[in-house]
């Protein structure tokens, strides 16, 4: 079976620019959420999606976004990139959106200049 | 606001010797997650802890919760080099949805 995807692997951007970043869950995984990976602040949850439907949202500017689809693949968007976005953003996916292991997908590393 | 503690946050050990990375957090939750991240790479699932007195093992790794201390433990027995790894100590929500809050993470250097 296979893992959690997530395209681009690594992207360099520009202060001001969008972004737009995928994830892919595991078959029949309807459940994703997005994290923010630094060096500062460590791992930080950002939104989770079950249904095409956001059922939680992390402490992070409205800059951030994200949606999922009937098929369960997600997308996240950050606006106006500013250069602390720079960070490793994972994506991981569940069965069901409680109790169940949120398996990870290996990340998009964004660096803003 | 939910916390999650753990320590040591950098451990050298050398191959062979036993050791215990703590993980202390601020609220109840009904499960307790141990995942595991090389450098660069992603995270991966080690154990999920889900009452009181639950233990785990898996090869040289023994994760246990004691809910009512909001404590949980990694024991790394007789370690060897591939352990070497960054361990993070993950706390789900009760809020019904799958937040989940992450602890710091152990980084673990195992020394020949």
């Known amino acids: 079976k296979a893992g959690v995807t997530q395209t681009p692997r690594y992207l360099i951007k520009t202060r001001g620019q969008q972004v737009t970043l995928s994830c892919s869950p595991i078959s029949g995984h309807r459940s994703v959420s997005w994290y923010q990976q630094t060096p500062g602040q460590g791992l930080q949850f950002l939104f989770e999606?079950?249904?095409?439907?956001?059922?939680n949202k992390g402490n992070f500017p409205g800059r951030f976004s994200g949606r999922q689809f009937s098929n369960s693949r997600s997308e996240m968007n950050v606006s106006t990139l500013e250069l602390g976005d720079s960070a490793l953003y994972l994506c991981?996916?569940?069965?069901?959106?409680?109790?169940?292991?949120?398996?990870f997908g290996p990340g998009t590393r964004l660096l803003v200049l | 606001e939910l916390k999650v503690e753990q320590n040591p946050l950098f451990l050298s050990m050398q191959e062979g010797k036993n050791y215990t990375i703590y993980c202390n957090y601020s609220?109840?939750?009904?499960?307790l997650y141990w995942y595991r991240q090389d450098p660069g790479k992603s995270l991966e699932s080690l154990f999920v802890?889900?009452?009181?007195?639950a233990v785990k093992q898996e090869g040289r790794l023994m994760a246990s919760l004691d809910t009512k201390a909001r404590l949980s433990t990694l024991h790394i027995t007789a370690a060897v080099h591939d352990l070497s790894a960054t361990y993070f100590c993950v706390l789900g929500s009760n809020f019904g949805n799958e937040k989940l809050t992450f602890g710091t993470g152990t980084r673990l250097t195992i020394i020949p």
């Open positions: 609220t109840t939750s009904d499960r």
């Open positions: 999606y079950f249904s095409e439907t956001q059922r």
């Open positions: 802890l889900l009452s009181n007195g």
């Open positions: 991981a996916s569940s069965l069901r959106p409680r109790g169940e292991t949120q398996y």
